[in-house]
Nanobody, 127 residues
Framework: QYHTVDSGGGLVQPGGSLRLSCEPS????????IGWFRQAPGKEREGVLC????????YYVNSVKGRFTVSRDLSKNTVYLQMNSLKPEDTAVYYC????????????????????WGQGTQVTVSS
């Protein structure tokens, strides 16, 4: 069963930074689109960004544009989410998801678009 392993969350003060990791299990990230989602308590899971190694497309939602950056380490088959200038409203469980041979659409990623998920990692932004 393909899935991802999400890690790197923690407690950080407002304005701080964290780097999350997404390690695919059972597949290589080439030719996959990776989506990052988050779910705050009492809210629905929402898409944050998409990056596709199928065609090179990316999409960031406005609330994280300029603060969050996604990158990949080919040798480790791992995707990273660098989060800077964190705000209390960024507090949530963050999930990495994958779907094969799919470009990123110019819109908020949707849960139903992705096939393989991780267990999530908690990010708490608080002073």
């Amino acid at each position: 069963q393909y899935h991802t392993v999400d890690s790197g969350g923690g407690l950080v003060q407002p304005g701080g930074s964290l780097r999350l990791s997404c390690e695919p299990s059972g597949f290589v990230v080439d030719n996959y689109a990776i989506g990052w989602f988050r779910q705050a308590p009492g809210k629905e899971r929402e898409g944050v960004l998409c990056t596709s190694y199928y065609d090179g497309s990316t999409y960031y939602v406005n609330s994280v544009k300029g603060r969050f950056t996604v990158s990949r380490d080919l040798s480790k088959n791992t995707v990273y989410l660098q989060m800077n200038s964190l705000k209390p409203e960024d507090t949530a469980v963050y999930y990495c998801a994958a779907v094969s041979e799919t470009p990123c659409l110019p819109q908020t990623p949707q849960v139903y678009e992705y096939d393989y998920w991780g267990q999530g990692t908690q990010v708490t932004v608080s002073s």
